[in-house]
């Protein structure tokens, strides 16, 4: 099993739509959780932590349920330039980021 | 621009070749990664240093991969005889106490095996 499991999608949403990504992860002892986000052919750029009481930007809602160890991603309203692979990321504690294989999200017009 | 910076940004070599890339990391940051990412999938945990030490490194790093942080600053990853399917994209990041564990990666260093 992978240490951080991702729906590869593609995920293609009209636009003003609301769309969610889970995000599994192994390690019950993981210590932190985010959601990156990457650009076609570009390096990915941190989107938001996600703390255990669940956590709000804008458009963007992220939870945490340790309990059945997964993480999730709300995009609401959602926007053409929203579109991008979404990458769950979980440090075990290592010393190092474990990333999933992304989530490929289209918004289309 | 104070990010993390990568060089070269592309390379194309030819199979058996040796390559080289640099990565500068934010200056205050004292951690340092290397990652690697191939098409449709998330970047892959290489190694990593804190200052100079080189404190961890995947089972994915063969023996024609080696990576070095000198003075605790620049790093450079090398990869000896170089074959196709080392072609992918080269991820540096770095990080800090105070940027907790949110790492910045560098735009990349696509390299392309012929």
């Known amino acids: 099993r992978k240490e951080v499991e991702q729906d590869p999608g593609p995920f293609n949403v009209p636009e003003g739509a609301t769309v969610a990504f889970n995000c599994t992860y192994s390690?019950?002892?993981?210590?932190?959780f985010f959601w990156y986000r990457q650009d076609c052919r570009k390096e990915p750029k941190l989107l938001m932590s996600?703390?255990?009481s669940g956590n709000e930007d804008g458009r963007f809602t992220a939870q945490l349920n340790r309990a059945s160890q997964y993480i999730s991603l709300l995009i609401r309203d959602s926007k053409l330039s929203d579109s991008a692979t979404y990458l769950c990321?979980?440090?075990?504690?290592?010393?190092?980021?474990?990333f999933g294989t992304g989530t490929r999200l289209t918004i289309i017009p | 621009d104070t990010g993390v910076s990568q060089d070269p940004r592309h390379k194309i070599t030819k199979r058996g070749q040796n390559v080289t890339f640099r990565c500068d990391p934010i200056?205050?940051?004292?951690?340092l990664y290397w990652y690697r990412q191939t098409l449709g999938q998330g970047p892959e945990f290489l190694t990593y240093?804190?200052?100079?030490?080189?404190?961890?490194k995947s089972r994915l790093l063969s023996d024609r991969f080696s990576a070095e942080r000198p003075k605790g600053s620049f790093s450079t990853l090398e990869i000896q005889r170089t074959e196709q399917g080392d072609s992918a994209m080269y991820l540096c990041?770095?990080?800090?106490?105070?940027?907790?564990?949110?790492?910045?990666f560098g735009e990349g260093s696509w390299l392309t095996v012929v």
């Open positions: 240093f804190q200052n100079e030490a080189q404190l961890e």
């Open positions: 996600v703390y255990s």
């Open positions: 990321v979980v440090y075990f504690g290592n010393e190092k980021l474990t």
């Open positions: 990041a770095s990080s800090s106490i105070v940027s907790g564990n949110t790492i910045y």
């Open positions: 390690n019950s002892a993981s210590q932190s």
């Open positions: 200056s205050e940051h004292n951690r």
